[in-house]
């Protein structure tokens, strides 16, 4: 099943979006997609075979059409039957052809074929470069001071640490550090986590399910607030639900979670305990890891699978982590930024929250007086990452 296109728009739908000259979509596509192939081709000796793969898609998403796997590449099948093959990248749905562009880079870097390639993540060396760098000594050394915050200064700091790691860093430091929290507020567009701590505060805790976006300065603050939903009984066992394979670069797999466990438990103090007390809640399941090869699909939650919805309706809370998978969530169109959150995800089967930091076009739930506001500034407020939000639906 497949993003319904341009148009094929229903009537009470925004169109999708799509790389439309001039577009933050197009700039990715025609920008970001050829400096990535560079990068990976820097970062790792691949041999001749993947040399001439990666030339071929750098020529087809600069000057040509959009071709399908080769026939022998495993897993094609699944991608066989999408209907924009022969269609120029800018004009397909954006969601579609960023999704598409990460399977063919895979497949040029031969990732899924049995040989010394198999199951090399291309994108290591960028992420073990994150997760080793000493300035996460200091942020996890902040987390010291974390015991003796009030226990909703706790909640607040954990919260907005994980909506910010979004940007690299892991934000303890912010909690702690003279500036607080407050330098990062303004940049909150909504902010419904009144409503995200009011659906755990019962008696009676729950499952809570974690989509996680990216690895490293990201995965380790979300690892970090599993911790204290599960010590502060907000949670009976937390779900985190990680990329099958590698995926927009730094997005989160199960080696990557398994990684920032042992950078928690080879950190000291509080960070160390978190570390330790996560590797128990694995190993007696209250810290489930799931995957699911749709978390890595073209398209929209809308469209999730039966297996995949059920784990979300057990669950008292499935927090979205990221800005692709809020595109996912609300469906990756040009929605009026004011139309309600709680619409665009009614199809959700529970009840869902959105961390995200804006670093692509699509907005919903915006208040049309923030909205105002945003627009006067002349900023790129959608797509910067200087602004975020935190969204609930019931
Ligand atoms: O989900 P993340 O990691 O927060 O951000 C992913 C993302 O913002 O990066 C791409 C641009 O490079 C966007 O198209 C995509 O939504």
Redesign the pocket.
């Known amino acids: 099943m497949t993003l319904p296109g341009p148009a094929s728009d229903d009537h009470d739908h925004a169109p999708v979006i799509v790389g439309t000259a001039g577009s933050f ?1 197009r700039s ?1 596509l025609d920008e ?1 997609h050829p400096a990535l192939i560079e990068r990976v081709r820097q970062a790792t000796p691949y041999p001749p075979e993947q040399q001439r793969a990666l030339d071929a898609l750098l020529e087809e998403i600069t000057e040509g059409v959009i071709e399908p796997l080769d026939e022998a590449e495993p897993g094609a099948g699944q991608w066989r039957d999408e209907p924009h093959y022969g269609q120029r990248w800018p004009d397909v749905p ?1 969601l579609w052809a ?1 999704s598409f562009f990460y399977r063919k880079l895979l497949a040029a870097l031969r990732y899924f074929t049995p040989g010394p390639w198999q199951g090399v993540d291309p994108f290591a060396p960028f992420k073990n470069a994150e997760l080793a760098s000493s300035k996460l000594d200091d942020e996890l050394s902040a987390l010291d001071r974390l015991p003796q915050l009030p226990s909703e200064e706790q909640d607040r700091t954990l919260l907005h640490s994980s909506l910010w790691g ?1 940007r690299a860093d892991l934000g303890f430091q912010l909690s702690a550090g003279a500036e607080g929290l407050g330098a990062r507020v303004p940049g909150l567009v909504v902010d419904d986590s009144a409503e995200l701590w009011r659906i755990l505060a019962v008696a009676r805790p729950g499952m809570v399910c974690l989509v996680a ?2 690895a490293g300065p ?1 995965l380790l603050p979300d690892l970090v607030l599993a911790d204290h939903l599960l010590t502060t009984r907000r949670a009976a066992s937390v779900m985190l639900h990680l990329k099958p394979y590698p995926y ?1 670069v ?2 989160a797999t199960t080696a990557d979670a398994l990684a920032c466990l042992d950078r928690l438990t080879a950190a000291s103090g509080h960070a160390a305990d978190v570390g330790k007390r996560l590797r128990q809640a694995m190993t007696s399941g209250r810290l489930i890891l799931r995957t699911h090869p749709f978390f890595c699909a073209p398209l929209p939650y809308a469209f999730m699978p039966d297996d995949l919805r059920r784990d979300f309706s057990t669950a008292r809370l499935t927090i979205m ?7 996912r969530l609300v469906g990756d169109r040009h929605w009026p930024a004011t139309i309600p959150f709680t619409e665009v995800t009614a199809y959700f089967p529970a009840a869902v929250a959105a961390l ?2 804006l ?2 076009d699509v907005a919903t739930g915006l208040a049309p007086h923030a909205l105002e506001q945003l627009d006067a500034t002349g900023e790129a407020w959608r797509t910067s990452g200087t602004h975020a939000l935190i969204q609930v639906s019931v």
């Open positions: 979509a990715v970001r954006f960023e979004n976006d990216n990201e927009y730094s997005d982590k990221g800005d692709l998978n809020y595109r995200r930091t670093k692509s």
